[in-house]
C-alpha cells in the first residue's frame, strides 16, 4: 500500500514536472517568436513624377494592410529635408527606416545615427554611396545601368545604328541619372554613328522636359541639325518633350523618336497613341517587398545586400495588350 501511495506521488511529481517542462517550453516560444515591427518612418524624395506618386501609394497601402504606423515625410527634392527626416524617425525610436535616398552622397553621418540607435534602414529605389555597407540593411531597386542598356539597344535597332540623339538627364547626382546615362552610353558605344549630341537635366519633371526641349529645338534649328531621337531618364520628362516637339510643329514618334524609363499609364497611353516609342519598365510598386524586408531586419533576420526588381520593356508591339492590366 506505502509503496502504491509513493509510486502515485511519483507520477504525480513526474506529471507536474512535465507540465511545468512543457508550459515553460510554450512561454519560452512566446518570447522567442519574431518581433513585428508596428511604426516605421518613411522618407520619401518628393512628388515629382508619377513614378514616384505610385511608389509612395504601394507604401501607404502597404502599411495599413500590415497594421503598420507610417510616418511618411516628403523631402521636397532636398536631401536637407530627408537627413531631418531621419532625425525626427530616431527620436521617435521607429521600429525601422525606409529610405528614398535623392542623391547618392552624403548620407554617412544619418545612417550612422540610425545604426547606433539600433534602427534598420532599409533603401528603396535608389542606393546610396557608402564605404560601410552595414550602415542600411538591404537595398530594393531596378537595375539602372540595365535600364539604360535596354533603352540604348532598343534605339539603336529602331535608328539602324546611326543618328543624332539628344538626351534628358534626371535629378543630377541621383543613381538613376547616373546609372541610366552609364548603361545608355555603353549601349551605344559600339555604333559609332549614333551620337548624343546634347544632354541636359530635366529633374525628373514634366515640366522641366518640355523646357529643356524647348531649347534644344530651338538650337537644332539655329544650326540646321536634325534630331532623331530623344532618350528622357523618365517618362514624366518625354511626356513633356513631347509636347514641346508637337508645339514646334513636329510629330513625337515619328519626325523624332522618343524613348524614356518607367512604364507609367500616360507613358503607355502615349505609346498606343504612336507619340512615344519604347518606355522600359521602372516598377514602382516596392511596397510589399519593402514591408517584408522591414519584417525580416526586425525579427534579426538576415537579407540580399540587394534585391533587383525585374523589369520589361513596352512599345508598339506589346503596349496595347498588357495596358488595362497595369496598376500604375
Ligand atoms: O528613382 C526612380 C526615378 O525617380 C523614376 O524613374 C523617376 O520617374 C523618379 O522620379
Known sequence: MRTLRRSAALVGVVGATLLWVSSAGCSKSTEQSPRKPTTVGF???GAE?????????????EAVKRGVDLTFADA?????NQIKALHTFIAKKVDAIIL???????????????????IPVILVDRGVKVADESLYTTLIASDFVEEGR????????????????????????????????????????PHPEMQIVKSQTGEFTRAKGKEVMEAFLKSAQGSGLKIDALYAHNDDMA???IQAIEEAGLKPGTDILVVSIDGVRAALDA???????????????????AFDAVEK????????????????????????????????
Open 43 to 45: 522618407s520619401q524624395i
Open 49 to 61: 513624377s508619377a513614378w514616384r506618386t505610385a511608389e509612395t501609394e504601394s507604401m501607404r497601402s
Open 76 to 80: 521636397q527634392q532636398k536631401q536637407d
Open 100 to 118: 528614398a535616398p535623392v542623391k547618392e552622397d552624403g548620407w554617412e553621418p544619418a545612417l550612422k545615427e540610425a545604426k547606433q540607435a539600433g
Open 150 to 189: 535596354m533603352a540604348a539597344h532598343w534605339l539603336a535597332d529602331k535608328l539602324d545604328h546611326k543618328g543624332i540623339i539628344v538626351e534628358l538627364q534626371g535629378t543630377p547626382g541621383s543613381a538613376p541619372a547616373i546609372d541610366r546615362k552609364k548603361g545608355f552610353e555603353e549601349g551605344i558605344r
Open 239 to 241: 511626356l513633356g518633350a
Open 271 to 289: 505609346i498606343v497613341a504612336g507619340k512615344l516609342n519604347c518606355s522600359v519598365e521602372c516598377n514602382p510598386l516596392l511596397g510589399p517587398m
Open 297 to 328: 531586419a526586425v525579427a534579426g533576420q538576415e537579407l540580399p545586400k540587394k534585391i533587383v526588381v525585374q523589369d520589361q520593356l513596352f512599345d508598339a508591339s506589346n503596349t496595347k495588350d498588357v495596358i488595362e492590366s497595369r496598376k500604375y
